[in-house]
């Protein structure tokens, strides 16, 4: 792993901005109805105040927007929010790590595939005393279901480099938001219903070398959190 074409975690992440998430490859057509989705789901009105924790190509920024949702998004990656600002000038976005966003009174908080890339303890911290009483924390995350914890943590391209756990198991994410004051209001884990025959033959999968390969054996978790007190 010595020819990395990146000497950090922020240079890491310009370059994934500049890979995928470019308004002709990262946009609604990969999303489908899940920017419609979040917001039916957390029940946002005009009005609310709204926080995208990792904002990707900006789409989901700029769909509460156009519901007159005040709302803005933030990327540690000055590329990322370079994109983003292009793809949806209309919108607001700040190069900020999310863990440092100091915003109160908030309706929503969302993180769509971002929330691996930091502790899990310290962003439910965060977004708890980001959030108003009643207001509302949706996550999409990924855990590996088809690897040992040996495997996954064997993934030193990946988890170096990468940097996103694939490894938090559902219980233990949920009960960690609620001893930050997170009910739980809203589940949906893809791997209900998979074949136990195929998620043991997962396990027997190689290691993905190095990114861009695909990493093998993931499913996507999605949670919608209620702040109903402060801890």
Not at 46 to 51: I, L, N, Q
Not at 79 to 95: I, M, T, Y
Not at 99 to 113: N, Q, R
Not at 197 to 202: A, G, K, L, T
């Amino acid at each position: 792993m010595t020819d990395l074409p990146w000497k950090n975690s922020e240079e890491f992440y310009d370059m994934h901005a500049e890979l995928v998430l470019k308004k002709g490859t990262y946009n609604a057509a990969d999303f489908g109805d899940m920017p419609t989705r979040i917001l039916r789901l957390a029940q946002l009105k005009p009005g609310d105040v709204a926080v995208d924790l990792g904002c990707g190509s900006g789409l989901l920024v700029d769909t509460m927007r156009k519901e007159n949702v005040f709302c803005f998004g933030v990327s540690n990656s000055a590329a990322n929010v370079a994109h983003a600002k292009k793809n949806f000038p209309e919108s607001r976005f700040l190069k900020m790590d999310m863990l440092s966003v100091a915003a109160h009174g908030v309706d929503l908080v969302t993180a769509v595939e971002s929330a691996g890339y930091v502790p899990w303890d310290s962003l439910v911290k965060v977004v708890a005393t980001m959030l108003s009483i009643g207001g509302k924390f949706y996550c999409k995350d990924f855990i590996a279901y088809g690897h040992s914890p040996e495997a996954v943590q064997a993934r030193d391209y990946a988890q170096r480099y990468w940097t996103y756990d694939f490894s938090r198991d559902p219980d233990e994410v949920i009960a960690t938001a609620e001893a930050a004051g997170l009910r739980l209001a809203h589940l949906y884990d893809s791997r209900r219903g998979v074949s136990p025959d195929f998620v043991q033959s997962c396990a027997a999968l190689p290691v993905p070398p190095q990114y861009p390969s695909t990493v093998q054996c993931v499913s996507a978790v999605e949670y919608l959190f209620v702040k109903e007190s402060n801890v």
